[in-house]
């Protein structure tokens, strides 16, 4: 052969022919089975669950699951974020109408989970074989796979009686997911409105059923199985000895049911809870904390903005001289002072709680707690300055609150009960100290009114108040 490059083409071609029907058949090649979730708009935590949900995919995908990974979405959630679970958590999300909720006019109906039975079209995912439907909230400490080993539903019993709905087992079928929603529009009874309670009625006979044990041969089983305590472990147990142990078992996934204002991404969550550090853990490994950086500048533009406006108002209340007799009489008054000490109370009040609503939700907690200490403290030099307070006694609440997060992180503890008695004595120790403070403050401002009244009777023009100089 003359020119051997001429052949260079035509061997492309070959190769081409020969590897693309591979390549393109695993590129397409799907699991049988797949760990499926749920994703809905209209409540105002959507954003913390779509980072929740953003992080028990990429766990999942960390463990190298054998499954695909689902997420039925509504199709309100917005395209961002749909891209996002698609393109960066490797997810398929399937894009759902929200399934019209019967129950929501029940007495005892919660509107949180108007949307929870969006949760049943995981039936409708016919073209796996099994698959395990999780909440946002699971921790997932071990892979899991062993599961699609189980029957038609499969679920774990947290309440004696009652199995819990984040975390079970089903297959798939256009039979039974039709089958319920006809129940829905029947008016099947629900005691709780939403998924947990239908899902409960529906499978009613699953207490009865034998304990599911994979085999070894990883052999399919077939009929109903309640799951090992190990697959949906209750948060709340795990602060009675501050570890999981369960000999009987595997130790695989922690759900947190209890306390919703207490799920593990809050950054106040830790260290109340111990598992929420564990979980902000899990969030900084698989997927950082990018996202919450544009709300983390915009909340805190939000908090210098009130500090400031604070500033200002009091300095606008608190330095107006008056030479009005009348005026001077009402400061002698009984009244005033118990008004003001009321309005310190408040303004007090409000430094503790103003910053706890304004730093975003979802930051870690390390940063979450500096963030507030340092707002409420500066909150409070404010109005110590505006008052001419004692500035330590003034800082008493952020002092305590800094003291009483140090005692429940203490990494010693053997127990939960030991824990809890060493915050009881923390708060025995130092209730004298606050009340003290409280006292200081109380009598300094005391001490200007009783200045003020002895201005207030003579004449000629008032003083400055003490208690009203500002800076």
């Not at 994979?214 to 052999?219: Q, S, W, Y």
Request: glycine letters at 6%; one cysteine or more; charged letters at 15%.
């Amino acid at each position: 052969m003359r020119n051997p490059a001429a052949l260079l083409p035509w061997l492309v071609l070959v190769g081409l022919a020969i590897g693309l029907p591979e390549f393109a058949a695993s590129a397409l090649e799907k699991h049988k089975n797949a760990y499926a979730t749920m994703m809905y708009m209209g409540t105002p935590r959507d954003y913390e669950f779509y980072i929740a949900l953003r992080v028990l995919l990429r766990s999942l995908a960390r463990l190298k699951v054998d499954a695909d990974l689902v997420v039925i979405a509504s199709k309100d959630v917005p395209q961002k974020w749909v891209s996002a679970m698609e393109n960066e958590d490797g997810a398929r999300v399937v894009s759902v109408e929200n399934v019209e909720n019967p129950y929501r006019n029940q007495a005892n109906f919660d509107k949180r989970f108007m949307l929870t039975l969006n949760k049943l079209y995981a039936w409708s995912l016919v073209e796996y074989d099994r698959v395990v439907m999780l909440d946002s909230d699971n921790l997932f400490l071990d892979k899991t796979d062993e599961l699609f080993q189980c029957g038609q539903f499969c679920a774990v019993f947290i309440n004696p009686c009652i199995f819990h709905t984040g975390l079970f087992v089903l297959q798939p079928s256009e039979e039974a997911f039709n089958g319920m929603l006809k129940q829905l529009k029947d008016g099947r009874e629900n005691p709780d409105g939403a998924d947990q309670g239908f899902l409960v009625g529906y499978f009613h006979e699953l207490l009865e059923k034998p304990m599911f044990k994979p085999g070894r041969n990883g052999t399919r089983q077939d009929g109903y199985f309640r799951l090992p305590l190990g697959y949906q472990m209750d948060a709340s147990y795990y602060y009675l000895k501050l570890k999981w142990n369960i000999p009987c078992g595997p130790n695989s996934v922690i759900t947190f049911p209890s306390a919703p204002w207490f799920k593990p991404w809050y950054w106040w969550s830790w260290p109340v809870l111990p598992l929420g550090l564990t979980w902000h853990e899990r969030r900084r490994a698989v997927l950082g904390y990018a996202d919450d950086l544009p709300h983390l500048i915009s909340h805190t533009a939000v908090f210098l903005i009130l500090l400031a406006t604070v500033r200002l108002c009091l300095s606008r209340i608190c330095i107006r001289r008056t030479s009005d007799k009348t005026a001077a009489t009402a400061f002698a008054s009984s009244l005033y002072p118990f008004i003001m000490k009321c309005f310190l109370f408040f303004l007090i009040l409000a430094s503790i709680t103003i910053p706890f609503f304004v730093i975003p939700r979802t930051v870690h907690p390390l940063l979450g707690w500096t963030l507030y200490l340092a707002g409420s403290s500066a909150f409070m030099v404010v109005v110590a300055n505006a008052f001419f307070l004692p500035l330590l006694p003034a800082l008493t609440p952020s002092i305590g609150i800094a003291g009483a997060l140090f005692v429940m992180a203490f990494p010693a503890y053997n127990d939960g009960v030991v824990r809890a008695l060493a915050i009881w004595a923390y708060s025995f120790l130092s209730a004298p100290f606050a009340w003290s403070s409280v006292s200081r403050m109380m009598n300094s401002i005391q001490v200007s009114f009783n200045r003020e009244a002895i201005f207030a009777s003579r004449p000629g023009e008032l003083p400055l108040p003490q208690f009203m100089k500002v800076y």
